[in-house]
């Protein structure tokens, strides 16, 4: 349904913008966890896969008996907030029907091969993971359960409606082996170095560093990775185990980056007493198969040194200390932005926040914003209104004589907040050149400047 058709359904709302990335990123993840409970588990096929499938042939054994281990999946997610509908089968078609349709919420039904032809006959069609034409053309024809279908001749059902249904009627009685592309996990690239005597001169910590993140991007070459992060811990004689976290905005395998930004936050650490271990473990990724290329050599170039550049005094000063601003869908213009730290915000790769920018249109009006906004409103000391809403008034200690006043852009939002805005806003502009944004509270007779056009 539209938008607004759904926040006038529910006025109170949180409504996001669909991600379909990272939602395939958080279901691959789940899959990832449940390598604790098989190390066969994977997602569904469908261009946007929402279902789990875990392969337990053989694993019930460790959990006593298969419901058991199917209790132990449910309360895994449970734990995590989610509420699953599931079921244990013999075919994996089967499980993905019998979990569909299944009226129990949170829990997991387990079947048993024998009544496995008479418990798919009653399940809808809709849940055989069929493409959406072929189930319109099953529609039309008045087919709705999987039951119906067996009734047909099963000669006649590929040139009516296409292979694929035979295909998973097979699939889901196991009459046809389906097969299971698992979900394996990055296994971390992990490099360590231990010393019969602790290094403790600082040339000597910083060579055997150097030689070991060689060693780091070496392996991550051989197994044809890149990085985006990596972690060096330190063991000291002195008990303290320090520990150095580098992130950066694009996947990278150069050893000069990698040694640069290293180098950068190594040399703020004290070194007491010695180190006696010394290990580097980084986060693989899949590097970019083909290299994009652009008219335009130039723009790549800049936009890779900015990069570098935010790299760089990131680890310098500190990620809190390098900051971006994200606009946000808000039609409260203080509100209307966040800052985030540019390395752990939105800005690395493979992130791609979704949000509208907050523009003239969210304010009904075709009217420019201001290019400068204040932090926060300022409230003008005096004022004077004769002929025009706004003539005259005081603000920073200087008078303001008003030429011109536009006609105001309303803003009434933030009443599910404690305190809600309703305002006027103008754009003025004054004797002295001055073109400011200036908006007057309708609750009481208070003017406040909010922005500058410059």
């Not at 399940?123 to 119906?148: D, F, H, N, Y």
């Not at 009627?169 to 698992?182: K, N, R, S, W």
């Not at 590097?287 to 310098?316: A, K, N």
Request: proline content about 7%; overall charge negative; aromatic content about 8%.
């Amino acid at each position: 349904m539209p938008l607004a058709e759904a926040q006038g359904l529910i006025p109170r709302g949180h409504f996001l913008e669909d991600d379909e990335e990272a939602d395939r990123d958080a279901l691959r993840r789940l899959a990832w966890e449940c390598q604790r409970f098989t190390p066969r588990a994977g997602m569904d096929e469908s261009p946007e896969p929402d279902s789990l499938f875990l392969d337990v042939s053989g694993c019930e054994h460790l959990y006593g008996s298969v419901h058991q281990l199917g209790e132990i999946i449910a309360r895994h997610f449970r734990c995590q907030g989610y509420r699953i509908h599931g079921a244990i089968a013999p075919t994996w078609g089967a499980a993905y029907c019998l979990a569909r349709q299944s009226t129990l919420r949170d829990a997991l039904e387990i079947v048993s091969p024998e009544p496995l032809r008479s418990r798919l006959a009653a399940v809808p069609i809709v849940w055989l993971r069929l493409p959406m034409k072929t189930l319109s053309m099953l529609a039309e024809c008045g087919l709705r359960t999987i039951g119906q279908l067996w009734d047909l001749p099963r000669s006649s059902l590929p040139s009516r409606f296409g292979p694929q249904v035979l295909l998973r009627l097979d699939q889901a009685l196991g009459e046809v082996e389906e097969i299971l592309t698992p979900e394996i996990p990055p296994q971390p690239c992990l490099v360590r170095r231990r010393w019969e005597f602790p290094l403790r001169e600082i040339e000597a910590i910083d060579l055997a560093l150097q030689l070991l993140l060689q060693q780091l991007v070496d392996e991550l070459r051989r197994r044809q990775a890149v990085t985006q992060e990596i972690r060096v811990t330190w063991s000291m004689d002195s008990g303290e185990t320090p520990t150095v976290q580098i992130r950066l905005l694009k996947s990278t395998d150069s050893m000069t980056k990698l040694w640069e930004l290293l180098s950068l936050r190594s040399e703020r650490i004290s070194f007491v007493g010695g180190v006696s271990v010394m290990e580097i473990e980084a986060t693989p990724g899949r590097p970019e198969l083909v290299r994009r290329t652009t008219l335009f050599e130039q723009d790549e170039t800049r936009d890779t040194e900015f990069h570098h550049l935010i790299e760089r005094l990131s680890h310098r000063l500190g990620e809190n200390a390098v900051l971006r601003y994200q606009l946000l869908p808000e039609a409260q213009p203080e509100l209307a932005q966040r800052s985030e730290p540019w390395l752990s915000g939105g800005q690395r790769e493979g992130h791609n926040p979704k949000g509208r920018a907050v523009t003239s249109e969210a304010f009904g009006t075709s009217v420019p914003l201001p290019l400068r906004l204040l932090p926060s409103p300022e409230r003008v000391t005096e004022f004077r209104s004769v002929s025009s809403p706004l003539d005259w008034f005081r603000w920073r200690g200087r008078e303001y004589r008003v030429t011109s006043c536009s006609w105001p852009q309303r803003i009434e939002t933030g009443w599910w907040r404690e305190k809600s805005v309703h305002r006027d806003y103008f754009r003025v502009e004054t004797t002295q050149g001055t073109r400011l944004w200036i908006f007057h509270d309708l609750r009481t007779p208070q003017w406040s400047v909010h922005g500058l056009f410059e």
